[in-house]
């Protein structure tokens, strides 16, 4: 069966769509998906959809279906390179995707998920910090 | 019927320097300078000559036949010549009615008493003067919606230029009123030159639309989702006072969408966001010295 491969690239996982994107290559992508990300405990998920000319609305849904399921499993996700047409159609079907993060090409994808990674990172050390700082006070 | 049209054909060969110059008087006295005596004999002359053919070719009272098509044609290429120029609709016109009066007192001249043969004569001639007046008319009014329609479509080029501020951003001055099919050019064009430049800031500038209502916010709105959609981020500039209060009389929600007065304001977020600044030359001296 044809499957859409899922690669991991540290704790990032990268999905190219190279293909048409029918129906149930969409379900299997998602279940694929789904089950990486809770194996490799990924933090993060890039779809490159620049190869993607054409969507309907059941694509566009699946993209916010995966995106919403990632956020679950505490993954972010960010979906690149949409070409011009496909996001006037996802706009004009009433699909604004407003989970997902976008980006204009991989490149500038990989720097958003750095970014917030690294940021959510530090905010996690803050805490920590502000924590101990609580605790040295009680103590 | 045939009597009658023969009566017309003859009546417009009969006496044609009369007919001529009480035409063209006519005519000049409501069209006054804007078209030389010469080029409205002329025109006059030229018309006579069709007309006597056409209604030798066809009998009938309608103005319908292929007998009449050079004729009616030499009408479209005058109304739309003085379409062109600037003519009222009364000044295109009456180039067919200003024939009347003239043909009506030749008909009179010569059938002198016979009133009732008169009637006849003259229904006939109004019948197929009014037709080719009106046709006159038609083809003035489709002129201008030809020029009103080009001129819309150069105005649709003309008003969305999308122009490149700095590496990675992009300014949309928008310039007139918004309807569907600008927004989808709009649209599309930004769109594809956020692709070309692979800009990650769009600044939206509505300092030339007149009006905001809830079309023309929705309209916007759809254009930011699909900017954000392609990885860029929009920003809309240039508000007016009345438009903000519009947007929330309207109770419009512009989202998450960043706003500014001006577009210098927008440059300036615009820049703060891909961390650049912009400042005196002296201050950058110095701190390069420092550094």
Known sequence: ?139 | MAGESSLFSSLLKKDETFLLSQWTDAQARVVGTKISNEELKAQCKEFLGLLVEATQADSSESTHGSAWAPAKKMLADISRSRTLQGFTPTETAIFVFSLKKPLFDLAKKELGGNSQELVNVIWSLTQRLDQLGLYTAEMHQKSREEVIVRQQEDMLELSTPVVKLWDGILALPMIGTLDSSRTQVVMESLLQKIVETESEIAIIDITGVPTVDTLVAQHLIKTVTAARLMGAECIISGIRPQIAATIVHLGVDLGTVATKSTLADAFKLALSRTGKSVGKADAFMHREIRT
């Not at chain 1, 990632?70 to 989970?99: F, H, R, W, Y």
Request: glycine fraction near 6%; aromatic fraction near 2%; proline fraction near 1%.
């Open chain 1, 1 to 139: 069966m044809e499957r859409i491969p899922i690669l991991k690239m540290g704790s990032f996982l990268l999905v190219t769509i190279q293909v048409d994107m029918h129906d149930q290559l969409a379900m299997t992508l998602q279940e694929d998906l789904t089950n990486r990300i809770s194996e490799t405990g990924a933090r993060a998920v890039l779809i490159d959809i620049s190869a993607l000319d054409i969507v309907d609305s059941f694509i566009g849904r699946m993209l916010a279906g995966i995106a919403g399921m990632a956020k679950i499993l505490d993954a972010t996700t960010v979906v690149v390179g949409m070409q011009p047409a496909v996001a006037i159609t996802l706009v004009e079907l009433g699909l604004s995707l407003d989970g997902i993060k976008t980006a204009l090409n991989v490149d500038r994808g990989m720097a958003l998920l750095r970014t917030s990674l690294s940021l959510s990172a530090d905010e996690d050390l803050e805490e920590q910090r502000s924590l101990s700082s609580n605790s040295s006070f009680v103590s």
